[in-house]
């Protein structure tokens, strides 16, 4: 055989390889596990090089997610067989049973996950839902996105006929890390109050019951702070949904005056496994003493920051 003709080979191999080309996301996204609601582990990985792959984030408490979601499984029944479609729960102020609830309601046929610990969210840098995320066949990202729109449905199809999209820049993923974590360098006591700007008023419908719990968890700390005044307290908002102009008018709002500060890595969050807003965690010598999510009973609760 000549030269040419080996060369020639060892291209065509390589370029219908199962890596035939190199992502432009990072790798550790390509290998992060993704923990499915049967119990399964898939990853981006398993499928380079054999079919393209849309994600999507939701959550059971967002009204658009919802109103998306026959627009989501229809286009799982359209594109099953060429077209990997994957739903990940945001897992914040969500639970099996609701997520259940969910897939049975809107009959959803394709493979769903529960993000417990944020990885994806944090790795994808997601800031609201929904929130699509739309890989090609080589898991080049080439779509990110909150609507189910034609610019949604145009990409879709044109992944499952293998034609060329635009591709994301290599860096759409990537921020600069402001807190990487929480640490205490004194013997002093440190509060954190995990909250959201939009918790009062978005479960005003969908959760009412949560929606009361912010409500009055919020005030309970504002004041909490004041009288409490041996305690450090930082507030630590949730950055989904949320920037600047929100924090300024949450602030007003509960006329909160200890600091406060948007999680914009979402670092916090996930050190201290919040999976529920509002939460309480106290903290000394870098150790928890006390994390809760109940703000029912706030004679009991001041009781308990005293006894710290």
Not at 16 to 36: E, Q, R
Not at 99 to 121: G, R
Not at 127 to 154: E, R, S
Not at 281 to 307: A, H, M, R, Y
């Amino acid at each position: 055989m000549s030269n040419f003709k080996v060369i020639f080979f060892t291209l065509i191999f390589s370029i219908t390889s199962n890596k035939a080309l190199a992502a432009n996301i990072p790798d550790n996204i390509l290998t992060m596990p993704i923990k499915l609601i049967t119990g399964e582990t898939i990853t981006l990985e398993q499928y380079q090089g054999q079919k393209p792959v849309y994600l999507k984030f939701w959550a059971s408490w967002c009204q658009p997610c919802l109103k998306q979601m026959h627009h989501f499984e229809q286009t799982q029944q359209q594109y099953s067989n060429t077209l990997k479609v994957i739903g990940i729960n945001l897992a914040i102020n969500d639970n099996l049973a609701m997520v259940n609830k969910i897939q049975q309601e809107y009959k959803l046929t394709m493979p769903i996950a529960m993000d417990n610990n944020s990885q994806l969210a944090n790795a994808l840098y997601l800031k609201g839902t929904p929130y699509h995320l739309l890989f090609d066949k080589n898991m080049n990202l080439v779509h990110i996105g909150h609507k189910a729109d034609k610019i949604l449905d145009n990409k879709i199809a044109l992944i499952n006929q293998h034609k060329p999209i635009e591709l994301l820049a290599k860096n759409t993923l990537t921020q600069t890390l402001d807190v990487t974590s929480f640490k205490t360098r004194d013997q002093k006591l440190h509060a954190l109050f995990f909250n959201a700007t939009w918790c009062d008023w978005y479960f005003e419908e969908s959760r009412p019951g949560m929606s009361k719990q912010c409500i009055n968890a919020q005030n309970y700390i504002s004041k909490a702070s004041k009288i409490h005044n041996a305690i450090n307290w930082q507030g630590v908002i949730s950055r989904l949904w949320t920037g600047k102009a929100e924090l300024s008018e949450f602030k007003n709002k509960y006329k909160i005056t200890y600091p406060i500060e948007i999680d914009k890595q979402n670092q916090l969050f996930q050190q201290f496994n919040i999976s529920t807003l509002p939460t309480l965690v106290i903290i000394k010598d870098n150790k928890v003493l006390f994390k809760t999510s109940t703000f029912n009973d706030q004679i009991s609760l001041n009781k308990q920051l005293l006894k710290l």
